[in-house]
Nanobody, 119 residues
Framework: VQLVESGGGLVQPGGSLRLSCAAS????????MSWYRQTPGRKERDSVA?????????FDDESVEGRFIISRDNVKNMVYLQMNNLNPEDTAVYYC????????????WGQGIQVTVSS
C-alpha cells in the first residue's frame, strides 16, 4: 500500500496550491479518503476534509470551508486538495489518509508534505 502526496511548497498569502495523493495497493473506490494536517508545534494531526467514493465530502475544519476543495478520481486512484486564498495559519504538514468505508481493516497514511504560507 502506498499513498504519495505531492504539490506542496512555499506560497504567498492569498495564493493557491493543489495537493495530490496517489494511491496504490488497495481497492481505492472502497475507501474514504481524507486530508489531515499537522501545524507547527502540534503533536496531533487534525482532519481537514474527507471524501467518500461517490464524492460526498465533509470539511472538519471550518476555517477551510469556502477556500479548500477536496476531490477524487476513482479511475486514476487520486485524491486532491485544492487550496485557495491561503493564509499563514494554513502552514502545516499535510497528510493523505485512507480508511475503508465500513471502518474495517487498516488505516493508511502518506508520508506528508510541507505547505508553507509566507511572504
Amino acid at each position: 500500500v502506498q499513498l504519495v502526496e505531492s504539490g506542496g511548497g512555499l506560497v504567498q498569502p492569498g495564493g493557491s496550491l493543489r495537493l495530490s495523493c496517489a494511491a496504490s495497493g488497495f481497492t481505492f473506490n472502497t475507501y474514504i479518503m481524507s486530508w489531515y494536517r499537522q501545524t507547527p508545534g502540534r503533536k496531533e494531526r487534525d482532519s481537514v476534509a474527507s471524501i467518500t467514493s461517490s464524492g460526498g465530502h465533509t470539511f472538519d475544519d471550518e476555517s477551510v470551508e469556502g477556500r479548500f476543495i477536496i476531490s477524487r478520481d476513482n479511475v486514476k486512484n487520486m485524491v486532491y486538495l485544492q487550496m485557495n486564498n491561503l493564509n499563514p495559519e494554513d502552514t502545516a504538514v499535510y497528510y493523505c489518509k485512507a480508511r475503508r468505508f465500513d471502518g474495517t481493516g487498516d488505516v493508511y497514511w502518506g508520508q506528508g508534505i510541507q505547505v508553507t504560507v509566507s511572504s
